[in-house]
C-alpha cells in the first residue's frame, strides 16, 4: 500500500481547506470502506485522507415529521436501520443501509460515502433518488444544495468540485400512504456487488386503490444510478394492477444502458431491471397496504 | 455386513489435539513467521496471457531505497532439457522453473516475471512498479477447444503430442492423448436400445483455500537452506526446491507452518523457490506473501474442460456401452488432471464395454493444481448427467439404476484395476432409504437431483515414531500437514493400538530433518497411510513394552499378553502392569522405548459417494437455491466420525460453489476479471442449508481398521446432482458449468 498523510480535521472549514489546497490528491475519508481498500488494492492514488469523522456537523442524525431526515455525511448505517422512525417513513434507505456489507462494514460505512463514491451499483442511491434526497455539500465558496440524482456524472465521478464535501443528507418526510422498498439482484445471498438494483417510492390514495405518485431508480445498469422518470411518470394516477406495474417495468427496461462485466451480462441486467422494478413496486405499496 | 469390530478409541469424537492453538489464534502460520533481519519479498506478475519477455531491466528498481535484491528466472540453474524426478514421475525442468519465474515468455496473466526483496513490503511493492520488461505480445488461447485446433497459437514452440506411447511430428498445444479400453465399444453401443450423448463444457475453478501462499527462506553461512511455509508437504517442497534449485536435498530443510486449507492447491511451490534466491542473494532471511489476486492469478487453479459422454442401456436398465472423450486445459505447461478423470469417470458401473480418450491441453492459464479428487468431478458432470437421462428415459428410478449397474468386489475398472471389496452399492442404498429421498418433493420449481461419485485414493509413504513418557502417554512424531483433523486421526490410531485416551497422545507435525520421509497430505492418503505407520509404530513400541514386561516378571516374551491397556503374564504367573505402570518403569528396564514404522500401502480402497439435493429455481432470475442436502459416503471405518461429517460437508460446499457461480471470469486479452473473493462467488453459509452425511462403513480390507481415505469423493457428485435437480424442477438440461443464474435464464429462453 502506498504512503499518505492523515490530517483528522475538526471542521468544516479545516476540510475544505487541505481540500482545495491538494485538489485531486486528497481524499475526504468517512467510514473508509470504499476508500482504503481502493488504496490498497492500487486502484486509486491518494497522498492525503482527510478524516471528516470529528466534524461535529456531519455525525448528525435528526428526524421529525416536519422536517424530514437530516443524516450527516458520516453516520453509519448501523445507525439509520437501528432508529425506528426512520425504518418507519424510509423503508428503502433501511433495505439498503442493512445489505451493505456485514455487522462490522455497517457499523462503519456511510450513506455519504456510499453516494461519494458513485459506483453505479452503489445500493443507497436508488433509495436516496426515489425519496427525493437533498445534498448538502461545503465548499470554498460555502453550502449549496444539490438533488441526489444530479450528484454523480458517472462511475466514480460526482458534481463535487475542487475543495467541496458532502456535509449532509437532506430527505423530505413522504406523505401518508406513502412507502417504499429498494432490492438488489444478487447470484448468492450475501457478499456481491448489486448485478442490478432497483428502489421504488410510492403514494397511493386514501383509498389504497390508485397510485398517486411514484418514483424508481435503478442501479448497475448505466454509468450512474438512474431515474426512471418516464417509467415512474406513467403510474401517476393508475389504479393498482398487474398491467400498470408491468408497463412501468418496461419503461424502466427501455431506459438502461447495461454492459458486460464480471457481474453479469448486459442481457441479464436489461432482463433483471424488469422483474426487480416489479418486485420493488410491489414491494413498496405492500408496505403501504400493510401499514 | 462385515462384522462389527468393538473399538475403544476409533469412531469416538474426542477434541483435536490442535484444536486449542487455532480456536485461540496461536497456532503459528507462514504469515506469522518473524525473525530478526528479515526482509519482504514480493513477485512482478505478467500484465499479458501470452507475451515474449524481449528484456527484463531492474536498475530503476534496483536503485530505490530499501531495495535489497532482486531476482528473475536468470538467477535460476540453467533448466533447459533437464528432467526432475519428484517421485510420483519425470517432469520437464524447464517447465517447473519457467512456472517460477517466467525465462523466455510469460504463458498467463499473473506468471511470475522478476521479485524484489526489501526492507518492507510497501517498498518491495513499490520497486516491482519500477522494474522495465518489454514484452512482445502475442494472442492468447484461452479455451481448450481452441487451443486444439491446428491453427491455435502455440504456447511451446517444442510441445508435441505424446499418444499412447508415440511423439507427433509436428508442435501442438495437445501435450498428451491418454486411452483406456474394455470390451468391445461397437458391440457394446449395437446391444443397446437407448443411447443418450451430450456435450459438457466446465469452467475453471480454484481451491479457494482461506490462507494464501508464503515462504520464508534462510541460508545459514554453511549453506544450509531452510524455508519455513504453508504446504501440503514439507518432503514435496523439499524435493521440488531441490530439483529447481538444483540444489543439494541434504542442505535443504522445509518447516511446515499451519496451513490454512489447501484442497490440492498447496502442493505444487510457487514463493518458496523465490524467496529461497532472494536469501541466496541478500544472505538475510525473506519472506514473500501473496495476496489474494496472486493466488488467483498466479496459483490452482482446476481446469476447464470439454466433455463428451455417450452411454447406452437395454429397455430393461443394463449399462452397455460408455464412451467419453474429455479435454482438459492443462494451463500453461502440461499436467492437466485429465488422468484421473479418465479414471474415474464410468468406475461407479459395471460396464463391459468402454472407450475413454482423455486430452492434456495446454491454454494461457496458470498451470493447473489438484483440487480435491481432481477431474473427477469435471467428468462426473458428463456422466451422472447422462446416467439421469438414461434412467429418465427408460423410467426406472435413479437410484436403482445405480444399483443395477454397481460395481462390486471383482469388477474390472476400464483403466485396468479390479476391484476389491468396495461400498458402492451401500452407499447407494443408504442414500435410497433416506427420509430425504423417500420424502415428497412437488413444488412448482421445486427439484430433487441424485448423482454418485467415484474417486481411488492413492497410499504412499509415511513415517512415525513414537516414544513413551513415564506418564503413560506417547508422543508421536509425524510428517503430514494436519489439514482436516489428521493429528487427532492418526493419534487415533496409535491410541487405539496401546489401550490409552486419545488424550494420552501428543502428536507433532515435524520438518524434514525430524521425521522419516512422508508423502503429501493428499489423495485422501493421510488418515489411511499416516494412520497405517501410527498402527504400525504403536505396535512396535506394544512389542517393546512386551519386552520390558517380560523383563520385569522375569519370563518369556511369549508369555506375556497385552489387552484393553493391560499387560499380564499368561503363563501362570499373577503378573498385570498397565501401560501407564510400565511406561513408568522403563528406566529400569533398559532405558526409553522408541517405535517407528515406515509404510508405502497398497491398498488404500476407492471412495464412493452418493448425494441427494433438493433446490428451488426462481425462474424470473435464474437464482438457483439449495434447499436440502444429504450425502451418503463409504468411509471404510470412520476414525473420527466428526472429522469424516467435516470432510464430507466441505467438500460438498465446494461443489455447490463449482456448480453454481465459482468461475474464472476471462476478458479477451486473458485476464480475469474476478480475482478476489468478491467475484470469484464461493457460497457462504447463507446460501447452504445443513448438509445432512450419513456415513456407510464398508472396511477397507487394505487398511488394519478399515479406513478408506474420505476427503475427496464428496466434491464429485454436486454439480451433476444439482444439474439433475434444476432438470426436475424446471425439465431443462443445464451442460455447461456453472449454472449461474445468467446462464439459467439463457436456457430458459428469458434472454
Ligand atoms: C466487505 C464490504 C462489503 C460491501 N458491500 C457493499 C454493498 O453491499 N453495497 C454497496 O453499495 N457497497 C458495499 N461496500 C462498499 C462500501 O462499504 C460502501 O460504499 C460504503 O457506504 C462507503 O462508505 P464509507 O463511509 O466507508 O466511504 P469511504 O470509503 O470513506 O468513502 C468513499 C468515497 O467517497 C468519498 N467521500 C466519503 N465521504 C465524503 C464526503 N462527505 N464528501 C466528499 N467525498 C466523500 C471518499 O473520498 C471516497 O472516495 C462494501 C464494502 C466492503 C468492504
Redesign the pocket.
Known sequence: MQAFEYVAAQTVPEAVAVLKEKGQQA????????????VREAK?DVDWMVD?KAIPE?NVLTHDSQNGLRLG??V??YQIYGTESICESFPALVD?TK????TA?QG????????????P????IPPLIVLNAICVIAGPGGEKELPVGAFCTGP?Q?A?ERG????ALKIPQPSSHSSSYYL?FIPRNE????VVGAGAAVTLDAAQETIVSARIALAAVAPTPLFAEEASALLAGREISDAAIDEAAAAAQAIARPISDMRGTAEQRTHLVGVLTRRALKGAIQRVLDA | MPEKKEYKVIGTRPIRHDGVDKVTGRALYGADFHTAGLLHGRVLRSPHAHARILSIDTSRAEAYPGVKAIVTAKDLPDAADKVADLGEGAVHLKYLCDNILASDKALYKGHAIAAVAATNAHIAEEACALIDVAYEVLPPVLEVRQAMEPAAPLLHETLKTGSLGETAEEPSNVASHLQHKKGDIEAGFAEADVIIEREFVTGTVHQGYIEPHNATALYNPDGQLTVWCSTQGAFTVREQLTEILQYPISKIKVVPMEIGGGFGGKINVYVEPVAALLAKKTGKPVKVLMNRADVFEGTGPTPASFIRVKMGATKDGKLTAAQTHLAFEAGAYPGSPVGAGAMCIFAPYDIANVLIDGYDVVVNKPKSAPYRAPGATNAAFGSETVIDELAKELNIDALEFRIMNGAKEGVKRADGPVFPRIGFIESVEAAKQHPHYTSPNGKKHHGRGVASGFWFNIGLASSVSISVNPDGTINLVEGSTDIGGTRASIAMQAAEVLGIPAESVNPSVVDTNSVGYTAVTGGSRTTFATGYAAYEAAQDVKRQLIARAAKLWEVDEEDVQFADGEFSCINGKEAQLSFHDLSARLGETGGPVVGSAAVNPPGAGGAFATHIVDLEVDEDTGKVQILRYTATQDAGKAIHPSYVEGQIQGGVVQGIGWALNEEYIYNAEGTMTNASF?DYRIPTCLDLPMIDTVIVEVPNPGHPYGVRGVGEVPIVPPPAAIANAIYDAIGIRMTELPMSPDRMLKAMGKI
Open positions: 481524499r475526504v475519508l468517512a467510514g473508509g470502506t470504499d476508500l482504503i481498500v481502493q486509486r471528516i456531519v455525511a458520516a453509519p448505517c439498503a445489505i451493505i456489507g456485514g462494514i462503519r460505512a456511510c450513506v455519504g460515502g456510499n453516494l461519494c463514491n458513485a459506483s451499483a452503489a445500493d443507497c466514480g460526482t463535487l467541496e464535501m458532502l456535509v438488489r457478499m456481491d456487488i448489486a | 468478491l
